[in-house]
């Protein structure tokens, strides 16, 4: 059996398996593609230390980073269950085989709900962004779109409408579901311009980026056109963790609930990332949580009883 198995191999799962190994546990990395959300990044500049790399270049740097330990990795595999066995767990693979460790690090990630409309993957990081924190410097000076009223498209927009010379946000809904607080505060900006009950049919482009977003009136039925650069699409984040439901403790969206030290409902299991309720899904967040998880399994491991 593993002393660390970590499930997952995006920034987080990468951190864990290098604080473990750095340990002399024996560990174990299962993970369906190593890299991550970073695999489908272009450009990312807030590394901190790292001014300019690219998602393909940091996810190999991760892969190398890991495998200068002795880290057994598992690639392309998934995690289909997790289950208490005798003094630890058993982690069930799609390929039907099982592995079993004395502590887990869930780090599974989340993936942006996409709309789901034509020209949305075709210019993906060529107009359409998902994270504001990332991508909002890129857009400066330019037209840009937010869709969804909820809590996280307002809080975008907010943010971008410093940055960008005009947000317009698109809202499915007749009305915007964001704290009220946050709705004033979107109100007042001189830049910003809402449109709701519009259904967005599709991404524009020019074959190279995006040049605007095409929008049914939901009460005319009318079409309409938006000319701009970019669209933050924010409809929602959802964790990888529907394999878990039942397991430990989720919130009501999926994420795997953990305290200051990565701990789950679970004695024994850790989690870090975006898979977990830490807010501000990001690189560096991720790969700072899945250092202190790492640390807290150790710490959890020299506590046992002796066998
Ligand atoms: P992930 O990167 O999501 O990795 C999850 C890992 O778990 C993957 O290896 C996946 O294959 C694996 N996995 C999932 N389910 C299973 C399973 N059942 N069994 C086995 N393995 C499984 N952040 C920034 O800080 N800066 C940026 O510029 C930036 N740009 C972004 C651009 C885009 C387009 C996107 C989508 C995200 C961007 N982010 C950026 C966010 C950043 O990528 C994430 O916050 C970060 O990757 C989270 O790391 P993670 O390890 O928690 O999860």
Redesign the pocket.
Known sequence: PFDVLV?????????AAVYAARKGVRTGV??????????????????ISVPHTE?PQLARALETHVRQYDVQIMAA????ALSAVDGGFRVD??SGAALTATSVIL??????RKMGVPGEDQY??KGV???P???GPLFKGKRIAVIGGGNSGVEAAIDLAGLVSHVTLIEFDSVLRADDVLQRKLRSLPNVSVITQARTTEVLGDGTRVTGLRYEDRQSGAVRDVALEGIFVQIGLVP?TD?LKGTLALTPRGEIEVDAHGATSLTGVFA?????TVPY???????G??AKASLAAFDHLIRLPLS
Do not use: Y
């Not at 499930?7 to 951190?15: R, Y």
């Not at 595999?77 to 289909?80: D, E, N």
């Not at 899904?281 to 790969?287: E, F, T």
């Open positions: 499930i997952g191999g995006g920034p987080a799962g990468a951190a299962v993970a369906e593609r190593f890299g991550g959300q970073v695999l489908d990044t272009m450009a990312i500049e807030n590394l998602g595999q998934a995690a289909t693979l799609a780090s599974t990630g989340a993936r942006w993906l990081n962004a998902f994270c924190h990332c991508d990888n394999w870090a990332g975006d898979c977990t899904k990001q690189i560096v967040i991720a790969m949580e899945g």
